[in-house]
C-alpha cells in the first residue's frame, strides 16, 4: 500500500511533503508531485505535512480520485516520465508530467 497524491496539488507543488519523507519517495513533475509507489513504506509523514491536503492512502481515496493511483505508478514507467524505479528522488525533478495531470485544467488558489 501506497499514499497517492492528487488534484490539490496540481500547480501548487508546496512540497512541505518533500522534506519529511524519510525514503525520498516524492519526485517533481512540471505541474505536481508523485509518489513512487513501489518506494513508499507507508509511513503517512507525507500526510501530515501537506498543506492542502493533497495526499491520501491509497486504500482512502475518495471515489472521484481513485484514477490518482494510476497517474502516480505510470508517471515513472518509460511511457511518461522514464524514472523507472530509482531508488529515492535524491532532489530530481523532471520537466513532464503524467498526460492526465498535463492536460488538467489550472488548479483553483494555485501558487504563482
Known sequence: MAHV???????CKD????????VDCIYEGARTL??????CID???????CPVQAIYEESRLPPGLAHFTAINR???G?????????????GRASACDHPGI???????????
Request: charged letters at 15%; one cysteine or more.
Open 5 to 11: 497524491i492528487t488534484t490539490a496539488c496540481i500547480d
Open 15 to 22: 512540497g512541505a511533503c518533500v522534506p519529511c519523507c524519510p
Open 43 to 49: 509511513c503517512g509523514v507525507c500526510v501530515s505535512a
Open 78 to 90: 518509460d511511457a511518461v516520465s522514464g524514472l523507472g524505479s530509482p531508488g529515492g528522488a535524491d
Open 74 to 76: 505510470e508517471y515513472f
Open 34 to 39: 508523485y509518489i513512487h509507489p513501489d518506494e
Open 102 to 112: 498535463a492536460r488538467a485544467l489550472p488548479s483553483v488558489g494555485a501558487m504563482a
